[in-house]
């Protein structure tokens, strides 16, 4: 089979994909936990001949649609499968580590505790995070394994928008405006990132409508982080409506 026809069987990646893929900056040898179809692996592996991969699910039927995909692009000499809990299936490999792990697709909780629990697998190596919800507690977590944000950008895949992190090792920490919009982007303020902060703020509005008609006290710490982050929201959307 030719580098061509290997090529025009490559799938199509998703706009969450590619841009998760285009955050692997130098990339040698990563890690796709839980990675599902192997898409993301497969696209990868096809981008630079001389990649290998580690591909991980925590299923073991999941991971075998990966195994089937990367045989039919006759990639599995450069893959590593695992059926494995999170970072556990770092163990599958001997004499090689990835300089690059990606966690996608997850709840927020489910990506804290993945890479809480182990951290210390990684031995630095970069974490490509795609969390659908909670991402102040992702942010935190970084922090708390001695990670840094160094990129964050605004993924589209249809109707939805995703906040996709690149984290590095390095001590840093964080305000809370920077845990609950992200520290990249209050300084880069894309565009793009208008939509989300707006459908975040209509979430908000209406849990904030609820909790002050309710008036039970186990409400009052979430009524003011909601009302705080209501006002660091407000302000952002403000100055992107001028730009």
């Known amino acids: ?6 090529k025009r069987r490559a799938p199509l990646l998703d706009g969450r994909l590619s841009a998760a893929m ?22 990868m592996l096809l981008q ?7 591909t991980a699910d925590i299923s073991a039927p999941a991971l075998q649609k990966s195994r089937d ?13 695992a059926v494995a ?28 505790g ?10 630095g190596a970069a974490l490509i995070l795609g969390a659908q919800t909670d991402l102040p507690m992702v942010r935190q977590t970084l922090c708390d394994i001695g990670y840094r944000i160094c990129r964050e950008v605004i993924a589209s895949e249809g109707k ?3 906040v996709l992190i690149r984290a590095e090792v390095g001590q840093t920490t964080y305000t809370e405006e920077e845990l609950l919009l992200g520290p990249v982007l209050l300084q880069e303020m894309p565009a793009n990132w208008l939509p989300l902060l707006e459908r975040r703020m209509t979430l908000l509005q209406k ?34 409506r001028k730009e």
Do not use: W
Request: hydrophobic share 45%.
């Open 1 to 6: 089979m030719t580098d061509m026809m290997t």
């Open 22 to 43: 285009a955050l692997a900056e130098n990339c040698r040898m990563f890690a796709d936990i839980g990675a599902d179809h192997g898409r993301l692996s497969a696209v």
């Open 48 to 54: 630079d001949e001389n990649r290998r991969a580690l």
């Open 69 to 81: 995909l990367l045989a039919r692009l006759g990639l599995n000499s450069r893959v590593t499968f």
């Open 85 to 112: 809990n999170g970072l556990d299936a770092l163990n599958a490999l001997r004499d090689e580590h990835p300089d690059t792990v990606f966690i996608l697709g997850m709840g927020g909780d489910t990506v804290s």
């Open 114 to 123: 993945i890479i809480r629990r182990g951290a210390d697998k990684l031995l």
């Open 160 to 162: 939805h928008d995703y």
């Open 207 to 240: 849990g904030l409508q609820a909790m002050r008609a309710s008036k039970l006290e186990k409400d009052a710490a979430r009524l003011a982080l909601f009302e705080r982050e209501s006002g660091y929201i407000q302000q952002v959307m403000d100055r992107l």
